[in-house]
């Protein structure tokens, strides 16, 4: 998902303040109690005689189809644990505002999606006492589901001991990197992209034969940082402040150092470098008010490239061949050039139990039955089979029945996804698997595994941090200050100095030697 990180990432630290400030959960004696609906037997066995309804918010829309699917899906849930399944929607545009609102409006809804980079990150919302602590929860209402999950992952979702979610099984890489197309390499006379030089040859090209390469609007600047963070040194994001809010970093040798890399002279370097690229036309004059992102353009054949992840990458081939008649894309994939390739861990994307919920062991029974009963996952991940969905060859694929008007429908449900049962898509580029066993043999481990950073002490900081990233911090990124380059960045780093950056970095450091030394 593309989003815009001018004034929505304002809002959000706004609204997230607001939790901060009211809370979202229950008063602390009612936190986690089991409903009378559901109890334990004196054999152990668990009473659901009592039927109950629990909800669910997925991003996305409702698809035309989706209740149909729904109510398959309850037929199980309603015969093996006696309930019923609620699906409510967060639409892509209302992320960054009804997200945070769920957890501070006091709503009563059961389950919803996490992560540790989410609007309000996971950990923040297990602070602030709005999640149910599962930990003892999960050996009475969701023992398949606990053994099946490795202990590294729950492990990674750990806040001060306690588990307050439910990971994701699903194996991939979300490696950054520079997708361009084939046609125009070739077209181009540039055989191969595996170097920062390389990607210069092509847009030079593209802008020569009166293309924009990076055609997009303001998220861009968020994707020329991860470039930076992902071709610079042996730096990994670090814990401590959010992605749209610029990461932290830390070296994957020297992991204890956790670092602003706005304060190192490759910065300097790199803002220099953006404000060639954009004199040179890499992307639109007007690109700060822009409306459309590279990725669309690309996909519209109005851009020549665009930066995403791998999944994003391979996933896109449907469209690619939808609009561009089966171009082949080609993938540079950043990490590779520093050795700093890390897999992506259950906590960044994660199923949570909201502490307003009246059924919360019922909704981690639902987990367990999306997670690792095979008819339940493909509905939910699927729909229902010769009308959403056929397997042929292994692969997911439309019937020739399927009526977009009358069938379209599935569930974001990514969180819930597992190897055990994942069946890939014949619109995806099968890269994406080949690429991951290849990685998987040289992957390094997250020194960050596990480590979560209560932001409380510095959330004032963070909101003047993003204030100023949101400004200066863009246009730097995007070639566009006033000033020269290496002044802007002076001017830049005075700025989140003087908004508490100093404070933010030296807490996330002594937490996570804190975190270190209780391990």
Not at 83 to 110: A, M, V
Not at 221 to 241: E, H, L, S
């Amino acid at each position: 998902m593309k989003r815009k990180i001018i004034a929505s990432v304002l809002a959000a630290a706004m609204i997230a303040g607001t939790l901060a400030g009211c809370g979202g959960g229950k008063d602390n004696e009612e936190k986690g109690k089991v409903s009378s609906a559901t109890k334990v037997n004196e054999d152990g066995t668990i009473d659901t005689s009592e039927e109950v309804t629990v909800s669910m918010y997925l991003y996305g829309d409702e698809g035309v189809a989706n209740k149909d699917i729904l109510a398959e899906l309850n037929k199980i849930l309603k015969e093996d644990i006696n309930t019923t399944l609620e699906i409510k929607y967060i639409t892509w545009n209302d992320t960054n505002t009804k997200y945070p609102l769920l957890w501070s409006s006091g709503e009563e809804f059961d389950m919803a999606y996490g992560a540790s980079n989410a609007v309000v990150p996971y950990a923040t919302l297990a602070r602030q006492d709005a999640l149910v602590d599962i930990t003892d929860m999960l050996d009475t209402y969701a023992p398949t589901l606990k053994e099946k999950i490795d202990d590294k992952a729950w492990e990674s979702m750990k806040v001060e001991g306690k588990i307050y979610g439910v990971p994701s099984t699903y194996s991939e890489f979300t490696a950054n990197g520079f997708v361009t197309r084939k046609d125009k390499m070739e077209e181009y006379g540039v055989e191969s992209i595996e170097s920062i030089e390389d990607m210069e040859k092509y847009m030079d090209a593209s802008v020569a034969a009166g293309r924009i390469p990076l055609n997009g609007d303001s998220s861009l600047a968020n994707d020329m940082y991860k470039m930076f963070i992902n071709t610079t040194n042996q730096w990994v994001p670090a814990p401590g402040i959010t992605e749209n809010e610029l990461f932290l970093v830390g070296d994957i040798k020297n992991p204890e150092e956790i670092i602003s890399p706005v304060f190192t002279d490759e910065f300097e370097d790199f803002a220099v470098r953006m404000r060639e690229w954009s004199d040179k036309g890499y992307w639109s004059k007007d690109v700060l008010a822009g409306t459309v992102n590279e990725k669309d353009n690309f996909h519209n054949d109005m851009g020549d490239a665009y930066i995403s992840h791998q999944p994003d990458w391979t996933g896109a081939k449907g469209i690619v061949d939808e609009k561009l008649g089966g171009v082949e894309t080609e993938f540079f994939c950043f990490p590779e050039t520093t050795g700093t390739l890390i897999g992506k861990s259950g906590v960044e994307n994660a199923t949570l139990i909201n502490a307003n919920s009246k059924h919360p062991e019922r909704a981690l029974m639902v987990i367990e039955k999306l997670m690792t009963d095979k008819e339940c996952y493909d509905l939910f991940q699927y729909g229902i089979e010769g009308r959403q969905y056929e397997i042929k060859d292994g692969k997911i694929t439309k019937p020739a029945s399927w009526d977009k008007k009358v069938d379209e429908g599935g569930f974001s449900g990514w969180a819930l996804r597992t190897d055990e049962f994942s069946v890939p898509y014949a619109t995806e580029d099968e890269r994406r698997y080949t690429l991951n066993e290849e990685w998987k043999k040289v992957a390094v481990e997250n020194p960050y595994l596990g480590f979560v950073v209560d932001t409380k002490e510095f959330s004032t900081e963070i909101s003047s941090i993003t204030n100023v990233n949101s400004q200066l911090g863009i246009q730097i990124l995007l070639g566009k200050t006033a000033q020269d380059p290496k002044e802007a960045v002076a001017e830049y780093r005075k700025q989140l100095e003087a908004a508490g950056i100093d404070k933010v970095i030296e807490s996330v450091n002594q937490q996570y030697k804190e975190f270190l030394e209780s391990k």
